[in-house]
């Protein structure tokens, strides 16, 4: 068996379908060897970091930045984490309206630091919801677990 961690702020209606997206993608029923663990970023620790085998990470961008519970689970597992988690995979997923190059920005170097290995570009939702951003974020959390599941990373 292999961890998933989905750790996601969803301080709304939308972005909790985006969230649940990611679930229902990882949680696709080809991938018998995935367990998928769902938290918070206000809730999560660096043990769920620890648990994991692979990361999603997904927040809301806020005044060009990612949010702040994001922040704070970063302020709150960084030094926990930092040389135990090297190579760690993961994915980030951006939902904004408008432009999301400082949360990007911000969340990569934090994740560089941490030396953890990007397995597909940042997914950038930005502008007005669409039902796009669902499917979107749903084949995020396909293809991340699909790559655990066959030993890819």
């Not at 663990?37 to 620890?50: C, G, H, Q, S, Y």
């Not at 930092?82 to 939902?95: D, F, N, Q, S, V």
């Amino acid at each position: 068996m292999a961890n998933l961690l989905i750790n996601v702020h969803c301080p709304s209606s939308n972005t909790k379908r985006l969230r649940d997206a990611l679930v229902n993608g990882a949680a696709h029923p080809d991938l018998a060897n995935i367990t998928v663990r769902v938290t918070e970023p206000l809730k999560a620790t660096a043990d769920d970091v620890f648990w994991a085998d692979a990361v999603i990470l997904g927040t809301t961008v806020n005044f060009g930045y990612m949010s702040g519970a994001m922040k704070d689970f970063f302020d709150r597992s960084y030094e926990t984490c930092l040389e135990k988690t090297e190579g760690l995979p993961y994915a980030i997923a951006l939902r904004g309206r408008s432009d999301a190059t400082g949360a990007k920005a911000s969340m990569e170097k934090i994740v560089t630091g941490l030396k953890w290995r990007a397995v597909q570009e940042p997914l950038l939702c930005i502008g007005d919801f669409k039902e796009s951003f669902v499917i979107e974020w749903q084949e995020l959390g396909l293809t991340v677990a699909a790559g655990l599941d066959s030993g890819i990373y």
